[in-house]
């Protein structure tokens, strides 16, 4: 019976979908911070801030990498990214620049979400600001598809040299995308999220990060997550996020140009997501 209630999943999230309820992909790329409870507004060394906060986009390499994770053992629920990210050679002394591309696709043959984004950062000091311009395209099988121009913007201050602070607001406006048919229309909303974030490495093998995160349309939630490097390009992971509960936990291993983070992710009620990411350094 739990077999094909499961199998049922996919459709059922293109009814909720057809029906007015917000059902996306997750936002969180990357098998790091998945394993670090998606607390990411102010996690130093994200690969993977083109889709989270832009503001934290490197300024000190090249980069390009890819992610997949399976939600709830299902197929038909997957995501897929790949990002490539470059310092600009107009930096000099305290300022710097830098810019990433990304693209997402989640879903299956009845339900198709993808999008492609651009952005930049700028750093003076310690003081980091970014801002990310993303087009997404939706698709219900006989529903129709459209797509939307969405924008995210982020900020980062490192106090100190173990301690930064960060925001991001996701979709500056609330937008929303229409799907249309002979005589319906449906919307799929976009709404606006905002979130600030702490990280810490008062202990240079251990960094501890958390996050209050705001959607417009849900309740406040706390994600937090900690870090330990247990050996030199070893790395263990753990989190847990609040509405809704997930516990998560993964494993990092780093080479001075490739990095591969494996996650498994937990909900309280739909199971275990495992996941993997790899990102390349030039």
């Known amino acids: ?84 990210s470059t310092p600009i050679p107009i930096s000099s002394g305290a300022f710097s620049t830098a810019l990433a591309a990304g693209a997402h696709s989640y879903g299956f043959e009845l339900y198709r979400e993808t999008q492609i984004r651009i ?43 173990s301690l930064t602070i960060g925001f991001r607001q996701v979709h500056l406006l609330h937008n929303g995308l229409s799907l249309r048919t002979s ?10 999220e905002m979130a600030a974030g ?4 008062a202990i240079p093998p251990l960094l501890v990060t958390a996050d209050v995160v705001k959607d417009v349309m849900f309740p406040l939630a706390i994600r937090t997550g900690v870090e330990a490097e247990i050996m030199n390009g070893v790395f263990l992971r753990g989190g847990w996020t609040s509405r809704p509960f997930t516990w998560s936990a993964g494993a990092g291993f ?12 937990n909900h309280e009620v739909l199971g275990l997501s495992p996941g993997i990411d790899c990102t390349i350094s030039f």
């Open 119 to 161: 952005g930049g950062s700028i750093r003076y000091e310690g003081i980091r600001a970014g801002l990310a311009a993303k087009y997404v395209h939706l698709r219900i099988h006989d529903f129709g598809s459209h797509g939307a121009v969405l924008f995210d913007a982020g900020l980062a201050v490192s106090l100190l040299e």
């Open 254 to 265: 780093q080479t001075s140009r490739i990095e591969t983070a494996l996650t498994v992710q």
């Open 198 to 201: 702490v990280s810490w490495q």
């Open 183 to 192: 005589g319906s229309e449906n919307n799929a909303h976009y709404p606006a």
């Open 1 to 84: 019976m739990r077999v094909r209630i499961f199998r049922l999943l996919p459709y059922t999230i293109v009814w909720l979908l057809l029906t007015g309820v917000s059902t996306h992909a997750q936002w969180t790329m990357g098998g790091r911070n998945i394993a670090l409870g998606q607390a990411h507004t102010a996690l130093p060394g994200d690969s993977w801030a083109i889709f989270h906060n832009p503001a934290l986009i490197s300024h000190s390499r090249k980069m390009t990498g890819f992610f997949a994770i399976r939600y709830y053992g299902l197929k038909e629920l997957e995501d897929h990214a790949v990002f490539v």
